[in-house]
T-cell receptor, first 112, second 108 residues
């Protein structure tokens, strides 16, 4: 099993550009989520999904969109990037929300 | 939502020393995990431990669910143990909430 994979590993965007961060898992997990990590802030939840077709907002959802068309994939879209979205983004998955969660390697995003 | 507090925020050790990291929760949790974030930024699962005690090599963890805290023990620390240790927990149907972490530096 590859576990949780994320692409790209690094990305630099200009303010106003859009992009999609990819996340995939091959463990047939129902629950997937996106976090951002900023210095001194720990990890904060952006969006999560309890299954295909179902998504919901986390603590810091503004500026991000998600969709879940398959069990395996949970992409995160930045519609109009802002410097405040400079961060490291982690995707996670688990069998269900209150089971052990596994994290991908992260995407380091810089918005200039 | 629940609040997660970790202590100490920073810890500096000599190689070979032992340490205890603590995690307090504001409410009961169904899921409790400990992670190690290595210097390359990777989050590594250490323990899934909603209650009880587990051991994995030089690391062990104990969760006292009734008192809403968990402890991570590191024995005979090595330089490769350096990094940030996070605990995180959630209740059924809610998001996993992270503490702010304990930054561990082990020098040789």
């Amino acid at each position: 099993n590859a576990g949780v994979t994320q692409t790209p590993k690094f990305q630099v965007l200009k303010t106003g550009q859009s992009m999609t961060l990819q996340c995939a898992q091959d463990m047939n997990h129902e629950y997937m989520s996106w976090y951002r990590q900023d210095p001194g802030m720990g990890l904060r939840l952006i969006h999560y999904s309890v299954g295909a077709g179902i998504t919901d907002q986390g603590e810091v959802p503004n500026g991000y969109n998600v969709s879940r068309s398959t069990t395996e994939d949970f992409p995160l879209r930045l519609l109009s990037a802002a410097p405040s979205q400079t961060s490291v983004y982690f995707c996670a998955s688990s069998y269900q929300g209150s089971y052990e969660q596994y994290f991908g390697p992260g995407t380091r995003l810089t918005v200039t | 939502g629940i609040q997660v507090e970790q202590s100490p925020p920073d810890l500096i050790l000599q190689e070979g020393a032992n340490s205890t990291l603590r995690c307090n929760f504001s409410d009961s949790v169904n899921n409790l995990q400990w992670f190690h974030q290595n210097p390359w930024g990777q989050l590594i699962n250490l323990f899934y431990i909603p209650s009880g005690t587990k051991q994995n090599g030089r690391l062990s963890a104990t969760t006292v669910a009734t008192e809403r805290y968990s402890l991570l023990y590191i024995s005979s620390s090595q330089t490769t143990d350096s990094g940030v240790y996070f605990c995180a927990g959630n209740q059924a149907g809610t998001a996993l909430i992270f503490g702010k972490g304990t930054t561990l530096s082990v020098s040789s």
